[in-house]
């Protein structure tokens, strides 16, 4: 039997942000770079306090568009 706190939205959600630096090392770029790429709406974010969090779901998105 699965624990019932790992099917928690709260923690699927959770799982699914990521840090700029986490987007940053993924896409081989500087925090700079992803800075930039959010502050021109390239890449949503959403704000959590004075950092931003990238949903992996915008990040995959971002990437399927520019092989595309």
């Known amino acids: 039997p699965q624990d019932a706190k790992s099917n928690s939205p709260y923690r699927r959600l959770s799982m699914e942000l990521l840090t700029v630096s986490e987007v940053a ?33 915008y990040l995959e998105g971002f990437i399927e568009a520019a092989m595309a």
């Open 25 to 57: 090392e993924i896409l081989k770029t500087s925090r700079q770079q992803v800075h930039k790429m959010i502050r021109v709406e390239l890449l949503p974010a959403l704000m959590v306090g004075r950092e931003y969090r990238v949903p992996m779901k």
